[in-house]
Structure formats: structure tokens, C-alpha cells
């Protein structure tokens, strides 16, 4: 079944933008990438920030529910190392350069409160993820963990470009599983 023209559109904006930033990114680029007609793309989105903000929000859908299934999936007490591994299996296949809700809180600080806060929403969905994976493996009696493995996350997404997905995401593991081995030690 082929995409819808707005399907197509998401699919090319998203590409762009990571790649190419979204202020480096032209509305011409986009939809000449896309194989559309400006007109196309104006009866989908209304602006190039509406275009932004779906790309953002379709994204972290997918992101979402990756960490979702891998939480319902994980065998009891190993909630938590389930999101660490999703997340792990997202930058191999889709952040291989870093996160594009970092770049949106970077490029729209200053010029767009609504994508700044899709962005950082996005960050807090993650934190939330990981606070109820810890309830969940019964991991919820040091309130700082959460944070400390969201760190660990959020390194992992800069790291990916510098050091290599690999050795990131190693690095990511052994950090995370310290931190777990750590709390479960801990745990009474």
C-alpha cells in the first residue's frame, strides 16, 4: 500500500531535518525531496513550524512505543534494562547522529516555545518511562536513579556521533547495568 502524500511528507521532513537541521531545511527542499507540490504540502501542514511539530510528534510516538513494547515484553525485574536496550535499538537504526529532540530544544529555544516544549516533553516522557520501569522491578527506593540512568541515556545520544554506535552503546550498558547492580545491592 502506498504512503499517503502526508505520510511522505513526515517521512521526508524527518529525514531532512535530522540530517540537515530544520532551519537548513527549506519548505523547496522538502517537498522537492517528496516529489509534492508546495500546495501539497500547505493542505497538510499549515506552516513549516506545524510541520516541525508533527514530525516531532510522530517521531516520539515511535519512540514511545518501542520502549512500551520492550517494558511489557521484559521478564520480571528487568524493566528497566529493557527501555536501556530500546533505547540502545533506536539510535542504532534511527539516531546514529544524535537525537533530533535535542537539535529542536537547540535550533528553537529562542524561536518557537511550542517545538521547544514538544522537545522537552519528549526528554520528560523518557524520565517517566524509566521512573515507573523502576517501580515496576521494585527499584524505587533511591529517587536519584532515575535520573542518573536518564543521564546515562542522554550521554549515550551525543556519544553515538563522537564515539561510534557500538562503542557507545556498550559504554551505555556497562554504565546503566553498573548503576542497576548498584541499586538492586542496595534494595532490602
Not at 507540490?37 to 501542514?45: E, I, K, P, S
Not at 516541525?52 to 520502549?67: I, N, P, W
Amino acid at each position: 500500500m502506498p504512503a499517503s502524500k502526508r505520510d511522505q511528507l513526515l517521512a521526508t521532513a524527518e529525514r531532512l531535518f535530522y540530517e540537515q537541521g530544520f532551519h537548513a531545511t527549506g519548505i523547496d527542499r522538502i517537498v522537492a525531496a517528496a516529489g509534492v507540490v508546495r500546495m501539497t504540502l500547505y493542505n497538510h501542514f499549515a506552516s513549516k513550524e506545524a510541520l516541525v511539530a508533527a514530525v516531532l510528534k510522530t517521531r516520539h510516538e515511535r519512540f514511545l512505543d518501542s520502549l512500551d513494547a520492550a517494558a511489557t515484553a521484559a521478564s520480571p525485574g528487568q524493566a528497566t534494562r529493557a527501555l536501556v536496550d530500546a533505547h540502545g535499538h533506536w539510535l542504532e537504526r534511527y539516531s546514529q547522529h544524535g537525537c533530533i529532540m535535542a537539535q529542536a530544544m537547540g535550533e528553537f529555544a529562542e524561536h518557537s516555545a511550542e517545538i521547544h516544549a514538544l522537545a522537552t516533553a519528549a526528554k520528560t516522557d523518557l524520565l517517566a518511562r524509566l521512573e515507573a520501569a523502576m517501580v515496576r522491578d521494585g527499584l524505587n527506593n533511591d529517587p536519584g536513579l532515575a535520573r542518573r540512568l536518564f543521564l546515562v541515556l542522554e550521554g549515550s545520544n551525543t556519544a553515538v556521533a563522537l564515539l561510534g554506535t557500538q562503542t557507545a552503546l556498550a559504554d551505555t550498558r556497562a554504565a546503566a547495568d553498573a548503576l542497576l547492580s548498584a541499586a538492586r545491592s542496595e534494595t532490602p
